[in-house]
């Protein structure tokens, strides 16, 4: 059976994956089929004896830019090695901000093309010619798109089927990001340097934990949101007023 996703990654370093895609979750899923990663060098698309891939920037400035030829060839002869040919995407820091809807989006698409830049980043021609959907994982420079489809590909996979065991999936997945934080978990010992485990979650009622789990998850996504739009008063409803 084809595997839930496929997903083929543009890279001049793939030794960088090893271990990423060899240990845990991933390669449990690769070896159930579940996904399939596979690694492109593209520089084995560049010409000439040195088979070179970056070179310096027309109108002067510092570092390289990687040269459209070798990259659009690689791109375009990845797309076409499989069917569907699959869904473009540079990893880029001027992208759109990666967050949990776009990780669902993706873990429906069949599969995925990860363009992963280096250097100064990418001739402008390479993003008019192949068009990409460019997604960034956060306002900082990496110093390649490696890292960035590492994080794409490992939250994209634990939302296939199967891919994650029972008790890793038994995990409230209502509980994403836009929806609310997770609540905090503790396990043995029951005390850790005069740090109780509270109280509402060793008696066994069930309801009240489940309330005590949702508040502390309420509180915990108002905290972040507030932090985040740095909100520091909370609006009271005229009608509640008074
Ligand atoms: N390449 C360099 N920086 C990046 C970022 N923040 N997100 C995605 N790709 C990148």
């Given amino acids: 059976m084809a595997p839930a996703l496929r997903v083929d990654v543009l890279t001049l370093f793939p030794g960088l994956f090893d271990g990423f895609l060899g240990e845990s979750i991933l390669s449990r899923a690769i070896a159930k089929g579940l996904v399939d990663v ?8 560049a010409e000439g004896k040195h088979h070179q891939v970056d070179d310096r920037p027309y109108g002067g400035g510092p570092g390289m830019v990687l040269m459209a030829p070798p990259l659009v ?25 990666l967050n949990q809807s776009k990780v669902r989006e993706l873990a429906g698409e069949p599969r ?11 001739d402008e021609r390479i993003l ?16 390649g798109g490696e ?17 994650l065991g029972d008790a890793e999936s038994a995990i409230d997945e209502s509980f994403s990001p836009e929806v609310g934080l997770e609540y905090p978990h503790y396990t043995r010992p029951r005390e850790f340097r005069g740090l109780p ?36 008063i909370t609006v009271v409803p005229p009608e509640r007023i008074g």
Wanted: aromatic share 6%; hydrophobic share 50%.
């Fill in 38 to 45: 596979k690694l492109w060098n593209f520089r084995d698309w």
């Fill in 73 to 97: 060839a690689a791109a375009e002869a990845v797309a076409l090695m499989a069917e569907p040919v699959g869904r473009l995407i540079a990893m880029t820091p001027q992208g759109t901000r």
């Fill in 112 to 122: 995925l093309i990860l363009v992963c830049g280096r250097y100064e980043g990418f």
């Fill in 128 to 143: 008019e010619t192949l068009c990409p959907e460019q997604i960034s994982i956060g306002d900082y420079v990496l110093s």
């Fill in 147 to 163: 890292v960035a489809a590492m994080v794409v590909i490992d939250a994209v996979m634990r939302l296939i089927p199967g891919v």
């Fill in 197 to 232: 485990v509270p109280e509402v979650l060793l008696n066994g009622d069930h309801a009240a934990i489940e309330r005590w789990r949702r508040e502390q998850s309420r509180m915990r996504t108002e905290a972040a949101h507030a932090h985040a739009t740095g909100a520091t």
